[in-house]
Protein backbone atom coordinates (compact mmCIF):
# COMPACT_ATOMS: atom_id res chain seq x y z
CA UNK A 1 0.00 0.00 0.00
CA UNK A 2 3.04 2.44 0.47
CA UNK A 3 4.39 1.00 -2.49
CA UNK A 4 0.85 2.05 -4.26
CA UNK A 5 0.76 5.83 -2.58
CA UNK A 6 4.32 6.19 -3.90
CA UNK A 7 4.17 4.89 -6.65
CA UNK A 8 0.93 7.64 -6.87
CA UNK A 9 2.90 10.14 -5.64
CA UNK A 10 5.39 9.42 -7.95
CA UNK A 11 2.87 10.04 -10.99
CA UNK A 12 1.82 13.32 -9.22
CA UNK A 13 5.12 14.37 -9.20
CA UNK A 14 6.11 13.05 -13.17
CA UNK A 15 2.67 14.85 -14.11
CA UNK A 16 3.19 18.19 -12.21
CA UNK A 17 6.62 18.24 -14.07
CA UNK A 18 5.08 17.09 -17.50
CA UNK A 19 2.81 19.80 -16.87
CA UNK A 20 5.04 22.44 -16.02
CA UNK A 21 7.49 21.43 -18.94
CA UNK A 22 4.77 21.67 -21.48
CA UNK A 23 3.89 24.93 -20.36
CA UNK A 24 6.84 26.09 -20.62
CA UNK A 25 7.15 24.64 -24.14
CA UNK A 26 4.13 26.18 -24.96
CA UNK A 27 5.63 29.89 -23.68
CA UNK A 28 8.84 29.24 -25.77
CA UNK A 29 6.82 28.16 -28.57
CA UNK A 30 4.45 31.73 -28.16
CA UNK A 31 7.73 33.90 -27.48
CA UNK A 32 9.25 32.38 -30.93
CA UNK A 33 5.89 33.22 -32.40
CA UNK A 34 6.20 36.71 -31.07
CA UNK A 35 9.45 36.55 -32.46
CA UNK A 36 9.20 35.04 -35.47
CA UNK A 37 6.18 37.95 -36.24
CA UNK A 38 8.25 41.13 -35.05
CA UNK A 39 11.14 39.77 -37.22
CA UNK A 40 8.46 39.18 -40.42
CA UNK A 41 7.73 43.24 -39.65
CA UNK A 42 11.01 43.87 -39.61
CA UNK A 43 11.64 42.53 -42.85
CA UNK A 44 8.36 43.55 -44.44
CA UNK A 45 9.18 47.22 -43.16
CA UNK A 46 12.66 47.05 -44.64
CA UNK A 47 11.19 45.81 -47.87
CA UNK A 48 8.86 48.37 -47.91
CA UNK A 49 11.83 51.19 -47.31
CA UNK A 50 14.32 49.43 -50.46
CA UNK A 51 11.02 50.00 -52.31
CA UNK A 52 11.22 53.16 -51.42
CA UNK A 53 15.15 53.78 -52.22
CA UNK A 54 14.98 51.98 -55.52
CA UNK A 55 11.98 54.50 -56.57
CA UNK A 56 13.70 57.23 -55.26
CA UNK A 57 16.93 56.70 -57.09
CA UNK A 58 15.17 55.73 -60.18
CA UNK A 59 13.18 58.89 -59.97
CA UNK A 60 16.87 60.38 -59.01
CA UNK A 61 17.86 58.96 -62.10
CA UNK A 62 15.49 60.40 -64.15
CA UNK A 63 15.91 63.62 -63.04
CA UNK A 64 19.89 63.33 -63.69
CA UNK A 65 18.94 62.25 -67.05
CA UNK A 66 16.85 65.10 -67.71
CA UNK A 67 19.25 67.49 -66.37
CA UNK A 68 21.79 66.65 -68.21
CA UNK A 69 19.78 66.71 -71.69
CA UNK A 70 18.67 70.21 -70.54
CA UNK A 71 22.57 71.33 -70.05
CA UNK A 72 23.10 69.81 -73.60
CA UNK A 73 20.15 71.75 -74.98
CA UNK A 74 21.20 75.19 -72.91
CA UNK A 75 24.93 74.34 -74.52
CA UNK A 76 23.81 74.31 -77.20
CA UNK A 77 21.47 77.50 -77.34
CA UNK A 78 24.40 79.47 -75.63
CA UNK A 79 26.98 78.12 -78.46
CA UNK A 80 23.86 79.42 -81.32
CA UNK A 81 23.74 82.79 -79.07
CA UNK A 82 27.73 83.15 -78.80
CA UNK A 83 27.73 83.05 -82.49
CA UNK A 84 24.82 85.48 -83.05
CA UNK A 85 26.73 87.81 -81.13
CA UNK A 86 29.96 86.88 -82.53
CA UNK A 87 28.33 87.78 -85.92
CA UNK A 88 26.33 90.91 -84.60
CA UNK A 89 29.74 92.35 -83.37
CA UNK A 90 31.86 91.71 -86.40
CA UNK A 91 28.60 93.27 -88.41
CA UNK A 92 28.59 95.87 -86.08
CA UNK A 93 32.83 96.74 -86.17
CA UNK A 94 32.22 96.94 -89.89
CA UNK A 95 29.52 99.48 -89.76
CA UNK A 96 31.45 101.42 -87.34
CA UNK A 97 35.20 101.16 -89.70
CA UNK A 98 32.57 102.37 -92.08
CA UNK A 99 31.51 105.04 -90.36
CA UNK A 100 34.76 106.06 -89.31
CA UNK A 101 36.34 106.32 -92.46
CA UNK A 102 33.12 108.15 -93.92
CA UNK A 103 33.52 110.37 -90.95
CA UNK A 104 37.61 110.88 -91.51
CA UNK A 105 36.75 111.50 -95.64
CA UNK A 106 33.79 113.96 -94.87
CA UNK A 107 36.49 116.02 -92.38
CA UNK A 108 38.65 116.06 -95.59
CA UNK A 109 36.03 116.92 -97.87
CA UNK A 110 35.01 119.92 -95.51
CA UNK A 111 38.73 120.66 -95.06
CA UNK A 112 39.03 121.13 -98.63
CA UNK A 113 35.61 122.29 -99.81
CA UNK A 114 36.43 125.57 -96.29
CA UNK A 115 40.00 125.94 -98.01
CA UNK A 116 38.83 126.48 -101.51
CA UNK A 117 35.94 128.96 -99.85
CA UNK A 118 38.16 130.56 -97.92
CA UNK A 119 40.29 131.20 -100.93
CA UNK A 120 37.53 131.84 -103.13
CA UNK A 121 36.35 134.68 -100.38
CA UNK A 122 40.24 135.80 -100.66
CA UNK A 123 40.27 136.42 -104.24
CA UNK A 124 36.51 138.66 -103.92
CA UNK A 125 38.24 140.67 -101.30
CA UNK A 126 40.92 141.05 -103.61
CA UNK A 127 39.32 141.81 -106.31
CA UNK A 128 37.06 144.17 -104.46
Known sequence: LARTVAQKEQLADDLIHQQ??????????????????????TIAGLQAEKAMITEAESRT????????????????????LRATADMRHAE??????????????LEKDWA???AELESERQRTRDVE
Open 20 to 41: SAHRDAVMAKEKAQDETRHHER
Open 112 to 114: IDH
Open 61 to 80: SQEVKALAEERTRLSGLLEA
Open 92 to 105: HRSELERAVADKSR
